[in-house]
């Protein structure tokens, strides 16, 4: 059997050691926690927090393709030559950025929010 050196010996301790340390840090607290002190001074703090739930389209590009697409054909039905192709594509910039607009603010509106209530323990 082969000796073990110290040197390893004090790595697998150490690596063993943060193991337990990362295991404490992600402790996670609940409600029923609110309040529990601790020997080092802290506690446990919960509070509202509003937070997002999952749309079909965050980033709306729905909205974005849409307003482009529909911008691009009515400047297509301004101006003649040269100017035509201007018109087309500052209508499709145009339309996509009120089309990500209107998307936005009808997600807004739906209220795709919902409040948490999130604990950790804070020190103080």
Known sequence: ???IHATTLLAAVALAASGVVS?????????????RR????SR???TDVEVRQADSDPNRIGGTAA???IGGLVGRQVGGGSGRDIATVGGAVAGGVIGRNVQGN????????????????VWR
């Open 106 to 121: 009808r997600q807004e509106a739906r209220g795709d929010r919902v409040v948490e209530q999130r604990c950790e323990r």
């Open 67 to 69: 307003g482009a697409v």
């Open 44 to 46: 446990v703090v919960c």
């Open 1 to 3: 059997m082969k000796p």
């Open 23 to 35: 295991a404490q840090s992600t402790v996670l607290y609940g409600p029923e926690d609110e309040g």
């Open 38 to 41: 601790f020997s080092d001074g």
